[in-house]
Each structure stands twice: as C-alpha cells, then as structure tokens.
T-cell receptor, first 116, second 111 residues
C-alpha cells in the first residue's frame, strides 16, 4: 500500500559506473520530483515532471537524466558516477504542479547511494 | 536568491523540556511556509502556514508565522524521545511547487 516507493533502498557502486533509481507512486498524482539530500541533511530539488513533461530542472550535471515513462513513474539515471554523488535521493509526488497554491508533496523512503 | 535559514542547527534537551525551532526566509512572491519532520527516512508533513499570527496546532506541536519579520517558529512542549528527528522548514517558490528547504534542525531528546 506504499504511496511513493523507490528502488533500490541502498546502492553501493564504484566511481565511473552508470546506475538508475526507480520511483513509482500509486496516488494518482500528476507531478513527481527528485531531491538530493547531502550528508548535512540539506534537501535540494533536482527535477520535477508534470504529466511526463519536465517542469523544473535545477543546475544539475547532465550526467543526471530523469525519465518519466508515464505519470506514475519517474526514474533517475546517473552516468559516470562520482564520489560527490553520494547522498540520499528522494522521490516525491503531488496532486498537480500547483501554479497558484502549494500542493502537498509526499516523499518516498529514499535511496542511499554510496559511490566508492 | 531565495533563501531559508534554520536555527539552531542542532539541539539536545531532556525529555519534558519545551523547545522552539526557528526558520527565517527571504523569497520573492511568498505564499506559504511548511514544516516537515524527518526521522530515519522520508520527511513527513507537519504544518503549512499561510497567514501571519494564526497558530497551527497538532498535539504538543504548534507553529506560527510572522510575515512582517519573515520567520516562523515551531514549538514542541513536553518533549518525548520520539520527537528526536531533523525538523525541516521549506518555502514553495516559482509557481508554488519548487520547495526551497532550510538546513534543518537536528533535535535530540534524551531520557
């Protein structure tokens, strides 16, 4: 019955590898997000998709590429992993993109990525 | 640049104490401020504040917003060990869905 789920929960990999994190929401929401939380717990938005359309694209290296096959899924692919990519990555979703009023975002459990 | 700053960054108190967490912001087109609690995993929503001076309350937690001085406080009374968590403050910007988070306050409640 998980609302926002992510796989895997933990990912340990070597520098230079390519990896993907998957996110799925069963809330019927239109908008999904990827956040990165560093070791100091600072949570920062990376991307947002609304109905498969990219609407927020922060200053993120182009090694990071989000893909939304449908509005219930938003995957994050990372090429040529670097040590600084080690962090917890959170997926979130909201009812819609909230152009006037904020729509509550529901967060997934996070994926802890460790790059060695 | 839009900014959200929380203080203190870390706080350690004894069970039963009352704590006040602070969040100040500088954003354009302010509409609302959010508080989240993050234990081991995902942040969970606590409050959304839109109007100055109106307290939001949920059990032992309460929060208030001051739009003139650009800050909010989160109060927790009669703290319990289960209140130990990182508390995050965030402000939506750019058409309401981009959240700018503060650094968080790590609260530790000792028995």
């Amino acid at each position: 019955d998980t609302a926002v789920s992510q796989t895997p929960k933990y990912l340990v990999t070597q520098m230079g590898n390519d990896k993907s994190i998957k996110c799925e929401q069963n809330l019927g929401h239109d908008t999904m997000y990827w956040y990165k939380q560093d070791s100091k717990k600072f949570l920062k938005i990376m991307f947002s998709y609304n109905n498969k359309e990219l609407i927020i694209n922060e200053t993120v290296p182009n090694r990071f590429s989000p893909k939304s096959p449908d509005k219930a899924h938003l995957n994050l692919h990372i090429n040529s992993l670097e040590l600084g990519d080690s962090a917890v990555y959170f997926c979130a979703s909201s009812q819609d993109r909230g152009t006037v009023n904020y729509n509550e975002q529901f967060f997934g459990p996070g994926t802890r990525l460790t790059v060695l | 640049e839009d900014k959200v700053v929380q203080s203190p960054l870390s706080l350690v108190v004894h069970e039963g104490d009352t704590v006040t967490l602070n969040c100040s912001y500088e954003v354009t087109n302010f509409r609302s401020l959010l508080w989240y609690k993050q234990e081991k995993k995902a942040p969970t929503f606590l409050f959304m504040l839109t109007s100055s001076g109106i307290e939001k309350k949920s059990g032992r937690l309460s929060s208030i917003l001051d739009k003139k001085e650009l800050f909010s406080i989160l109060n927790i009374t009669a703290t319990q060990t289960g209140d130990s968590a990182v508390y995050l403050c965030a402000v939506p910007i750019q058409g309401a869905q981009k959240l700018v988070f503060g650094q968080g306050t790590r609260l530790t409640i000792n028995p």
